[in-house]
């Protein structure tokens, strides 16, 4: 689904922090939610909240606050969370396998199709149920499944062969958690998972505080 | 070790990216690099690079460009990963085991000393050569192992009280991966890596571009 206003980057990354919010408050019954409320729940200040929600029309009432459903189902639907989204996983090592386990469970509109790998010693074993296959089948998956997302799980020194792979076989977006830079293009959107980096963050603010 | 410079959350966060390809550039025995050169591989941009090394006292010499082992040193020091941080994980699930094998893989500074659960089927099995061990032996390994480091791989309903337990048994840093929001305070930095934030965001770049 395509939305119709423009979003600024800042608030696309805002909009999964209340996404999970407002589901947390539906799952308690509760109906509606002020931007103090939520302010302290995400740790966002609530004029930065009255504004993001402003831009893609959730209008909130004084003194009533915001409707949690509608503003769930609006976010929901400018996130594209009212279709599923098929993914493979391209690399069967340990965040690879994780991962395959991990998304299911999280129940957002994200369905893993497949996982692959070279390794022989991997091949055919099962997660869930699917069964890691030969990179060789990764582009008949695609085509079959309608697959629109590759989540690269391989090696560093593998990982611009693999981009290049899955980008050539008509992968829209791809999600890297390898050690290595992406460059978009007008045909790929990146999301990159540097944990490492983030790790090193840590430990340096650790040492600097 | 504490660095004596004040350097922005923004350099910070670029310094782990230099450090990767710096180390490769040694890996491939290459022993200068100019900023140019550093843009191509990074992504980012060639004054961006020098403004950033100038920060730390990386000076650059016209027509040679930077010393890729000194500079590599510099950064590794900044970030404190001459020395190795101890860690340990609260949650032995997909995510939790994942983590404990794939960090080690890494050589970045950082050991995993204990890995921690609450459920009877998963106490006792082994991860590479550490156990999983009840939460209730959490205190006793961050003390005798001088723990800075805590990764948090619970469901979201227990990351809160996780949060406060490793707190109170003195971790100075929590490696987040509940997807809940943890407020920084002065006793304890805060690194959240929300996975399924940034595959909704993928989700959302892909369907509006």
Same mark, same amino acid.
């Not at 991962?99 to 129940?107: E, M």
């Not at 991997?122 to 085509?143: N, P, S, T, V, Y």
């Given at each position: !689904? &395509?939305?119709?206003? =423009?979003?600024?980057?800042?608030?696309?990354?805002?909009? /999964?922090?209340? *996404?999970?919010?407002?589901?947390?408050? !539906?799952? !308690?019954?509760?109906?509606?939610?002020?931007?103090?409320?939520?302010?302290?729940?995400?740790?966002?200040? /609530?004029?930065?909240?009255?504004?993001?929600? *402003?831009?893609?029309?959730?209008?909130?009432?004084?003194?009533?606050?915001?409707?949690?459903?509608?503003?769930?189902?609006?976010? &929901?639907?400018?996130?594209?969370?009212?279709?599923?989204?098929?993914?493979?996983?391209?690399?069967?090592?340990?965040?690879?396998?994780?991962?395959?386990?991990?998304?299911?469970?999280?129940?957002?509109?994200?369905?893993?199709?497949?996982?692959?790998?070279?390794?022989?010693?991997?091949?055919?074993? &099962?997660?869930?149920?699917?069964?890691?296959?030969?990179?060789?089948?990764?582009?008949?998956?695609?085509?079959?499944?309608?697959?629109?997302?590759?989540?690269?799980? +391989?090696?560093?020194?593998?990982?611009?062969?693999?981009?290049? !792979?899955?980008?050539?076989?008509?992968?829209?977006?791809?999600?890297?958690?390898?050690?290595?830079?992406? &460059?978009?293009? /007008?045909?790929? +959107?990146?999301?990159?998972?540097?944990?490492?980096?983030?790790?090193?963050?840590?430990? *340096?603010?650790?040492?600097? =505080?």
């Amino acid at each position: !689904m &395509k939305y119709e206003r =423009k979003i600024s980057e800042a608030v696309i990354k805002r909009l /999964p922090r209340y *996404y999970r919010f407002l589901e947390d408050l !539906m799952n !308690m019954g509760i109906s509606r939610v002020s931007s103090k409320d939520l302010s302290v729940r995400t740790g966002l200040n /609530p004029s930065q909240i009255r504004q993001d929600f *402003y831009c893609f029309g959730g209008f909130g009432l004084q003194g009533y606050g915001y409707d949690v459903e509608s503003l769930f189902n609006e976010i &929901k639907k400018i996130l594209g969370l009212d279709t599923t989204y098929n993914l493979v996983i391209v690399g069967a090592g340990n965040l690879g396998q994780a991962l395959a386990k991990h998304i299911p469970q999280q129940k957002k509109g994200f369905k893993v199709v497949g996982i692959f790998d070279v390794k022989s010693s991997l091949l055919g074993a &099962k997660i869930g149920d699917i069964e890691i296959m030969h990179i060789d089948k990764l582009g008949e998956c695609i085509r079959e499944n309608n697959v629109d997302i590759a989540a690269l799980t +391989v090696p560093g020194n593998y990982a611009r062969e693999a981009a290049e !792979m899955v980008i050539k076989q008509g992968i829209k977006g791809i999600w890297n958690f390898a050690p290595i830079e992406l &460059k978009e293009n /007008p045909d790929v +959107v990146i999301e990159n998972i540097h944990l490492i980096d983030s790790l090193m963050v840590l430990g *340096y603010k650790i040492s600097n =505080k």
